[in-house]
């Protein structure tokens, strides 16, 4: 059932689902083009979750009202008024699978490291949210076999670029920061630049392919491994 909540001064939040799938993050990313065609510039931004969608408008030229009573022809059939597909744009990453956990993770799922590899590198992962900080990427869904919880004493310092994952999500720290996930790789790939426009690379519905590269080739292509 689809809830309507009132967020802030001038935003709605709409709650599409209970429970994350690996289809909502596409079909979400195809209500907003619709809503953006429906509303124009009169909705000035659209915040994706794993399962809601926040829609900011415009005051001056919208009221709250008139804003739920656009949405509502297209969410009349939801979810099938926004199909899944293949979702957004593929992004494959060049991956140097040599993180700091890797080998405690490997450990923690019965697994050998070659085994999380694969495992971690053998599916496409669809980008669920950004949060946390400027450019972070919720991405999923990871294997069941290596889901673990997030580190119980976190680093006070991550490196840009480092792969990680916890509970069923991965993702790459777009900055250096503090962190709590295990980190099992390094990336080259710039997910955030302040400069760009737009700033942020990925947006939710995209597709994340990370792809193995050995320390050679990682160097070769600028990275610090």
């Not at 790459?172 to 690379?201: K, M």
Request: charged letters at 20%.
């Amino acid at each position: 059932m689809i809830t309507f909540k009132p967020f802030g001064v001038a935003a709605l939040l709409l709650e599409l689902a209970e429970h994350p799938d690996t289809e909502l993050p596409s079909r979400i990313a195809r209500l907003g083009e619709r809503i953006r065609q429906r509303f124009g510039a009169a909705v000035t931004d659209l915040v994706a979750g794993w399962t809601s969608l926040l829609v900011h408008y415009d005051p001056l030229q919208l009221t709250l009202a008139e804003v739920q009573a656009g949405l509502e022809p297209l969410l009349a059939d939801w979810p099938g008024a926004a199909q899944a597909g293949e979702g957004g744009r593929l992004h494959e990453v060049p991956t140097l699978y040599a993180g700091p956990d890797l080998a405690e993770v490997a450990e923690r799922c019965g697994l050998s490291e070659a085994e999380v590899i694969a495992r971690h590198c053998g599916r496409d992962y669809q980008v669920g949210a950004i949060g946390f900080m400027p450019g972070f990427a919720f991405l999923g869904e990871l294997d069941e076999r290596l889901a673990l919880p997030r580190r119980s004493t976190p680093r006070t310092a991550v490196p840009a670029g480092s792969l990680a994952i916890a509970e069923r999500q991965t993702a790459v720290y777009p900055q250096a920061s503090p962190g709590g996930w295990n980190l099992i790789g390094r990336c080259l790939w710039t997910v955030f630049d302040a400069r760009a426009e737009p700033p942020c690379l990925l947006t939710p519905g995209d597709r994340v392919r990370f792809v193995p590269v050995d320390e050679a080739a990682f160097r070769a292509q600028g990275g610090q491994p």
